[in-house]
Every structure is written in structure tokens, then in C-alpha cells.
């Protein structure tokens, strides 16, 4: 069923045209990524379509009583409410609290945010979070989301992507998403549109997908430039009869696109370049032993030891919060340590791009063109010579963004042209604290693509878990102070944090059975420590997290079960068994849930 779209919009700006002629419609049950190059229309796109932007020319309509919520990229919170008001409005706290889903988005966005503290005391992060639940609480047709995950670390994320393809059943709803973050992209979204060029380009599946029909489209645009063969004039023959003729045709051949890149190397040399490192920093490079940062509240680091080696790339994972800044901070000896040691070879040479860009201070008003002359020497890369101005022109700057201040460019410019500086300064150890915070997921592949012939040590923390795992060849995990390695990256990262939470409920509350649960406890403590209300709040986060998951699967079971032949009767009963076991693995999760709740009165 038809939702909502647009018929011949035009949308003018004072210094550009954003659209001219543009014709969409959303079905119901869509699943929409929308990407594109910063400034091409993603976030003027989502508010035309949702009623916030008026056309200059054509109409958008929408089905009568469609409900439409926007998460805008700023928020439109009132200072003066709490945050309590903010999220759930007038509601009494029993309407709200017997809801699961509405718990569920509480503990998944606002942990750690003060339930009664005021909008106006809080940081743009934690307003960013308010705002998100406050749109999620909310029972909505439609979805729009302008970066939804900026300012949520890694566990945020997951359940954010599982909130959502959990949110409806299957084939209603409708989810427009435009983000950088291409893992949330793969998760939660079944198609993409590509705006560019005052177009927007429809491309079937999520992410991975889309980037395999771009590869496709690209060389199937080199053959009709060649000419070389009839089969070639056949697919541009093809190509040519139009929108309608296409829909009707495979988006893209799979086989020839995996012959196009059978041939590609690996992403890089990473013999190659340890080879490189090794003569540039020698054989210590940073050892951190035993060591131990307390800031007097209790151990931040406990008794971690870090040996990183010349051409090491590693990657650090963990929650806002945990400690992953004083982590950085204390392997640059900046941090004083409590306990341990802490070694820095001779010849190591930080290059540090924080997340408030500090390397760009000193630039103030100048322009582009300034900041570049003062590189004039050539830089390898890749066994590849780069001038300054060439290596901006790979980041994606223009002729005309050269003469434009520092202090007026894109929060993604300044990032780009903070990392061009960084890397100019012939650095041999590299620190990047977010790096793709600001950057379109074209640009995100330029950087990915320019720290890959990178000859150093490679030291990154990011919440975009595609550009930890594309970019690093090890993570490491900060849990409870302590750091330990993650074979197989952020999906093991993530079960040991549950299992950490597991632990500490079973820990400190002093039961693991039925036997020894509050239920069947003589006496319940008659007030619990602050430790204990965190530990049973967390336990009821991970509990709904886990919950949403398995109901995600009972719902995928359900399916596949309607789907299987009839006349199966096997095949049937395999699928009813495991809807029984999945049933009775929420059963359990609700138990631990009601236990932690009823210890916390509610």
C-alpha cells in the first residue's frame, strides 16, 4: 500500500537547485537507506517528504492519517522540561513503565542520564539520545532519521538496529534512514537511494549491496564507452529503455561483478608495509604493562598491559564512558599511571586526530590554500607520491573549497583537512579518536583507502564498527577497566559485555538459580546501594536487548513457516520446535527481567 512520496518537486535554494523534477513513492514495509555526498539533498529529501519543507514547484502527498515522525539534526527539546517529560510527555509513570517497548527504548538510549534531570544541564550528546527516545516512544507509520547514530557508542547502536527491525511487523512501517554508519545500513535497511546530481537513484538491498550495483553500473558505463563486443550493445540497449524496463530486470549480475574484482589485492600489503614501519620506528614501539590509572573513585584502568609494534593497526572498542580517552591519553604518557609501567620507543612521532579537531586551532581564519603552502615537501603513500593540494583533491576538496576560511568549512572538511595535516607532519605512530564523525560514506572510502597504504602504527577508536573492521586488523576490547583482544572483533566484544553484566548481577546479588532468587528469598533487602540499582538497571537492559532479539527470530521462524510447503509435514514440525525453544528462551528472559524489576519496586 502506497504511504507516502512526491510528484515533480523542485526544491531552490538561494545558492543552488536541489531537485527539479523528482518523482518518488514509498510503499509500505519500506526499508530505506539514504546515502550521498554531504550537501547533495540526504537531510532536505527526509523533510520534504515529511511535511517540514515546502516545494517550490510539484506536491508531496501522503495517504490520509499516515502518522510521520522526523529526528531532525537538531533537536527541538524544551531547556526547561525533564528529561522525563521530554520522553514521555504527560504520561503516569504506571502507563509507561507497564510498557515494554517503552522501557526498552529508556534503557537502551538514556543510560546514564539523569531520569529527572533538566534538558537544558545537558550535553549535546545526551540531548541528541532524549530526542531519539522521545521520537521512539511515539507510535508512528513512518520513520525519518537524520543520523540517528551519531553520538550512540557501539552497544547503542546494536540494539538501536534491533529496536527497529523489531518495531513492526513484517511489511508495514516504513524506515528512512540517512546515516555514515554502513554497518547500521546493512542491519536495518532492504533498499538504498543514491542522491546525487539532483536525482535520487534507487538501488536494491542494504549497503554491501549498493556498493556492488555502483561496481556493476561503473563497468557496465566502461563497456558502453568501449564498444568491444555485441553482448555489451545488447546491455546498453537494455539499460537504455528506462526506469519502467529495468524494474522488470535484475539490478545487477552478481557473477560479473565477482569476476570484475577476482583480480583486485588485498586491501594492503601488510607485509609490506610492517617492512616500512620497522625502519621508521625501530623494534619497541609502545609497551604499557600492569598498569593501572585510578582518578581516586575507583580504578579507570586496571592492570592492563598493551605491547603495540611497529605497523600494528588496532582497533579499541567499548561503551561511552569506559575509559577509552584516558586509555589513549596514558599510551602517549600524558596520563600520569597509578600502577605499571609504561615504555615509548626513541623514535616514535604521535599524530593525534581528536574528536574537537585541536590540530586546526592554530589555522583560525586562514584558507585552505594557506594551510596547504605551509606543506610544500611530497609525501608517499602507497608507493604513490602525493603533493598536499593532490591529497585534498583525493579527499574529496574542489578548486573552489581551496580559497574557502578554515573556520567556514563543513564539519567534514575540517576533519578531512585536520587528517591531510596529520599525515603531512610525517607521524609514525597514528591516533584517530572518530575519525569518520562528519564524513558521507564516499568520503569515508576515500580516508579508508588513504590510511590503507599508511606505513605506521595505526591506533583508532570508533563507534562505525565498518570502519574498525575495515580499516584495523586486530580490536581489542575495554570492559571493566580491562583490555583484552577480540579475535573476532565487535560481535564478540558484544557478548562479552552481557556476559560482564551477566556476571556482575550473579555476583552481587548472590543467587544464579530459582532456588536462590529474591522470589524465594526469606528477607529482600530494604534499600539497595547505588552499585546494586545500576547492576539491576543493567540487567534489565541487556534482559530487553535479548528479549527483542529472540522475538526478532520467533517473528523470522513464523515466516519461514508460512512459507514452507504445506504438504511438509516434517519440515513443519522442525519449524514449530524451534518456535517452542525460542518461546521458552523469552519465557526465561522475562523472568530475569520481572526479578530485577521487582528488586527495584517497579
Known amino acids: 500500500m502506497f504511504l507516502l512520496g512526491c510528484e515533480k518537486v523542485r526544491v531552490d535554494f538561494p545558492t543552488k537547485t536541489v531537485f527539479t523534477d523528482l518523482t518518488l513513492g514509498i510503499e509500505d514495509g519500506a526499508r530505506i537507506g539514504i546515502v550521498g555526498r554531504n550537501g547533495d539533498g ?130 508495514t512501517g516504513v524506515l528512512l534512514v540517512v546515516t555514515h554508519d554502513r554497518w547500521f545500513l546493512d542491519e536495518t535497511c532492504l533498499d538504498m537511494w543514491e542522491v546525487h546530481d539532483g536525482l535520487v537513484e534507487p538501488f ?71 617492512r616500512m614501519a620497522c625502519a621508521r620506528l625501530g623494534k619497541q614501539v609502545i609497551d604499557l604493562v600492569d598498569a593501572t590509572v585510578d582518578y581516586g573513585e575507583g580504578p579507570v584502568l586496571r592492570d592492563v598491559t598493551w605491547l ?53 586551532v592554530e589555522a583560525g581564519n586562514d584558507r585552505v590554500r594557506q594551510v596547504v603552502s605551509r606543506y610544500p615537501h611530497r609525501k608517499m603513500l602507497d608507493d604513490k607520491e602525493y603533493t598536499p593540494k593532490r591529497l585534498l583533491e583525493k579527499l574529496g576538496f574542489t578548486n573552489d573549497d581551496m580559497n574557502e576560511p578554515v573556520c567556514d568549512l563543513s564539519g567534514g572538511q575540517k576533519r578531512r583537512l585536520a587528517l591531510m595535516m596529520l599525515l603531512l607532519d610525517e607521524p609514525n605512530v597514528l591516533i584517530l579518536d572518530e575519525p569518520g564523525n562528519d564524513l558521507d560514506t564516499d568520503m569515508l572510502a576515500a580516508v579508508e583507502d588513504l590510511l590503507d597504504g599508511w606505513p605506521g602504527t595505526l591506533i583508532l577508536v570508533t563507534h562505525d564498527r565498518y570502519l574498525m573492521e575495515r580499516v584495523t586488523d586486530h580490536q581489542f576490547a575495554l570492559i571493566d577497566g580491562t583490555l583484552r583482544h577480540v579475535p573476532r572483533g565487535v560481535d564478540e566484544f558484544l557478548e562479552l559485555l552481557a556476559k560482564s553484566e551477566e556476571g556482575a548481577m550473579v555476583g552481587e546479588s548472590g543467587y544464579n538459580n530459582e532456588s536462590d532468587s529474591p522470589e524465594h528469598a526469606s528477607e529482600a533487602p530494604s534499600k539497595l546501594s547505588g552499585g546494586q540499582i545500576r547492576m539491576f538497571r543493567k540487567a534489565m537492559d541487556s534482559s530487553e536487548t535479548k528479549m527483542a532479539t529472540v522475538r526478532s527470530k520467533i517473528e523470522d521462524a513464523k515466516r519461514r513457516m ?39 519496586g517497579e
Open 42 to 171: 540526504k537531510s532536505t529529501l527526509l523533510s520534504l517528504l515529511c511535511g517540514q519543507l515546502e516545494p517550490d514547484g510539484g506536491r508531496v502527498v501522503r495517504t490520509r492519517g499516515v502518522r510521520v515522525g522526523l529526528l531532525g539534526q537538531t533537536d527541538a527539546l524544551d531547556d526547561a522540561q525533564t528529561v522525563e517529560r521530554a520522553v514521555v510527555g504527560d504520561r503516569e509513570q504506571y502507563e509507561w513503565a507497564s510498557d515494554p517497548r517503552i522501557r526498552s527504548i529508556i534503557n537502551g538510549l538514556l543510560d546514564g542520564i539523569d531520569w529527572h534531570g533538566v534538558i537544558g544541564t545537558l550535553s549535546g550528546g545526551q540531548r541528541r539520545r532524549v530526542d531519539l527516545a522521545r521520537l521512539l516512544v511515539g507510535e508512528w507509520d513512518v520513520l525519518a532519521l537524520d543520523e540517528p547514530t551519531n553520538h550512540l557508542d557501539i552497544r547503542a547502536i546494536t540494539w538501536l538496529a534491533n529496536h527497529l527491525k523489531t518495531r513492526w511487523k513484517t511489511k
Open 204 to 274: 536494491e538491498g542494504g549497503f554491501s549491496a549498493y556498493i556492488m550495483q555502483r561496481v556493476e553500473r561503473d563497468r557496465l558505463a566502461t563497456l558502453a564507452e568501449q564498444k568491444r563486443q555485441n553482448a555489451l550493445r545488447r546491455e546498453l540497449a537494455w539499460l537504455s529503455r528506462g526506469a519502467r524496463a529495468r524494474a522488470t530486470k535484475p539490478k545487477f549480475h552478481v557473477a560479473a561483478a565477482q569476476a570484475l574484482i577476482a583480480d583486485v589485492p588485498p586491501l594492503r600489503d601488510s607485509i609490506e608495509l610492517k
Open 308 to 360: 603495540i609494534g611497529p605497523g600494528d593497526r588496532y582497533g579499541v572498542l567499548g561503551v561511552n564512558g569506559v575509559g577509552k580517552t584516558t586509555l589513549l591519553r596514558t599510551i602517549q604518557g600524558l596520563q600520569p599511571l597509578t600502577e605499571g609501567s609504561l615504555k615509548i620507543g626513541k623514535t616514535v612521532r604521535f599524530g593525534v586526530l581528536s574528536q574537537g579537531l585541536d590540530n586546526l
Open 562 to 600: 508460512e512459507e514452507h510447503d504445506p504438504t511438509d509435514f516434517e519440515g513443519l514440525l522442525g519449524f514449530q520446535e524451534e518456535i517452542q525453544q525460542l518461546e521458552q528462551r523469552l519465557e526465561e528472559l522475562e523472568l530475569v527481567w520481572l526479578e530485577a524489576a521487582e528488586q527495584l
